[in-house]
T-cell receptor, first 117, second 109 residues
Framework: GAGVSQSPSNKVTEKGKDVELRCDPI?????LYWYRQRLGQGLEFLIYFQGNSAPDKSGLPSDRFSAERTGESVSTLTIQRTQQEDSAVYLCASSLILIGATWDEQFFGPGTRLTVL | RKEVEQDPGPFNVPEGATVAFNCTYS??????FFWYRQDCRKEPKLLMSVYSSGNEDGRFTAQLNRASQYISLLIRDSKLSDSATYLCVGGAAGNKLTFGGGTRVLVKP
């Protein structure tokens, strides 16, 4: 079956422009995560959606970053007025809660490589 | 204190040797644990789940120590292809899964 997909795979933009990144999770996965990974660094949590609950936005680095999710489907991450330090790979992952309220694994998309000139 | 912590390494391992490293977690209610592998410029991929009774998959063994709140990964007979960053992740029911910063392993001939 289809995995997590992300688009675009690469995005080059100029400083100050807005960008929108898209994530299509695995169908039926209630949880969706966005991460940022700078070159040579670890995963940096950005935001987490779970079902109809209010999203956990605790990882968003500034108010230039926002994300939305429509129901349990596609999510978009928007970065306004991009800065050079926003250059990174943005990864999306989806997951499912199993019986007993334990988590199944996170499945990652291939990421969007953002370069801000 | 970070919720999930790992020694960043790198662990330099001779080919054929055994290497083991841990990941500590701070939330005692955590019950779901996984080890992921991430190759350079690739997305993380699941290596194995970590069960209360431990888990073994070929040359890889994962253990959970609830009393001391850590999980471990042991790699036997290391191959050059095992060179990667290993990420642990844990979470409690109702809470998001949280990744550690990763442990870099370099297997050398």
């Amino acid at each position: 079956g289809a995995g997590v997909s992300q688009s675009p795979s690469n995005k080059v933009t100029e400083k100050g422009k807005d960008v929108e990144l898209r994530c299509d999770p695995i169908s039926g996965h209630t949880a969706l995560y966005w991460y940022r990974q700078r070159l040579g660094q670890g995963l940096e949590f950005l935001i987490y959606f779970q079902g109809n609950s209010a999203p956990d936005k605790s990882g968003l680095p500034s108010d230039r970053f926002s994300a939305e999710r429509t129901g349990e489907s596609v999510s978009t991450l928007t970065i306004q007025r991009t800065q050079q330090e926003d250059s990174a790979v943005y990864l999306c992952a989806s997951s499912l809660i199993l019986i007993g309220a334990t988590w199944d694994e996170q499945f990652f998309g291939p990421g969007t490589r953002l370069t801000v000139l | 204190r970070k919720e999930v912590e790992q020694d960043p390494g790198p662990f330099n391992v001779p080919e054929g040797a055994t290497v083991a490293f841990n990941c500590t977690y701070s939330n005692s209610a955590s019950q779901s644990f996984f080890w992921y592998r991430q190759d350079c410029r690739k997305e993380p991929k699941l290596l194995m789940s970590v069960y209360s009774s431990g888990n073994e998959d070929g040359r890889f063994t994962a253990q959970l120590n609830r009393a001391s709140q850590y999980i471990s990964l042991l790699i036997r007979d290391s191959k050059l292809s095992d060179s990667a960053t290993y990420l642990c992740v844990g979470g409690a029911a109702g809470n998001k899964l949280t990744f550690g910063g990763g442990t870099r392993v370099l297997v050398k001939p």
